[in-house]
């Protein structure tokens, strides 16, 4: 009888703990936030990016960089790119001890949408001055070979635009939903670099049938480093606790969270693929993070090549009513398929 009161008082101790393990935790999403600090970055061509950065403890250990830009909606107003998304999550105690030497620095610039700015070319340079001029206030404790960037819907356009752009700048990229359709000749500027993107069957504004399945086909046909690169498709989209979205193209939700449900499980509906088209099994802690911290580049802080190739024959922009209409009948059809597979 003591044995059994001992099991009994034991699981009362440890299901509590075990069903509110937290990869980070959401309660605590306004002091992560209010670890960023505002600044602007030099002037370019007249126009200075506003962002906010969060830095890790200077302990003499370099740690990565990653860049976030946002999505459409969240660049308003200074610190909107922060207070309007979870990517802050990737400053809490949590996330930072699974980056490489225990931390990483988080830069997430601004768009002017209060200027009808919506990360146009002309933010590449402005940008990229941005990035180098907090680089070289922390200098000693950035690994200049570990510079990832990664972005979301109109943010997945930029990220896109910045590694082809820039393409011995960044480690690894990670573009969601991004409404953009990169040419041929920038996915060859890329193809030494690993990509993992995430986008949703059913989301209509930038989903894999609007532009994603385009994107992961070129990625995977030219990429020099395909078995690297990941593709994680979803279905509907859910927030880290299985409630779904009010909309299925916020995959973002994933991203910020490193992949993982609050308790860590597998998000629902996900299912993520190599680019040679093996199934990934993400086993927490190790998933977007890891994967990043994985890749170097050859960048050693002064070197650079500027190609310019998204500024070559205008925006390359979605042409958004034609590429939706194209993609209603396989979004129909993956619809009709999930019904039949309950």
Partial sequence: MKKILALVLASALIIPFATETFAANPDNIPEYKSKFRDATGPEVDGLAIDYVSYSPADDGAPKPLVIYTHGMGQG??????????????????????????????????????????????KYIKSLKAAIDDFIAQNRSGIDVTRIYIGGFSMGGKMAFKMITSYPDFFAAAFPMCPAYLPSDEQIDAIKNMPIWMLTSKYDILAGYHVS??????????????????????FGKVCYPDGKKCPSNHFVWFAASNDMFTYDEKDYPNMVTTDGLGNTVTLTSPDGLISWLCKYTSNYNGQTENYTGLAEVGGENELNFVATVLRAIFPMISDTVKSLFAR
Wanted: glycine residues 4%; contains cysteine.
């Fill in 76 to 121: 308003k107003a200074p610190r909107a790119q922060i207070e309007e998304n979870n990517i802050s999550l990737w400053a809490s105690d949590e996330l930072q001890a699974r980056f490489t030497n225990g931390g990483a620095y988080i830069l997430v610039p601004r768009s002017q949408e209060n200027h009808n700015e919506f990360w146009s070319n």
């Fill in 212 to 233: 994603g399945e385009k994107i992961w086909k070129k990625l995977c046909e030219r990429s020099a480093v395909a078995a690297d690169c990941r593709l994680s498709l």
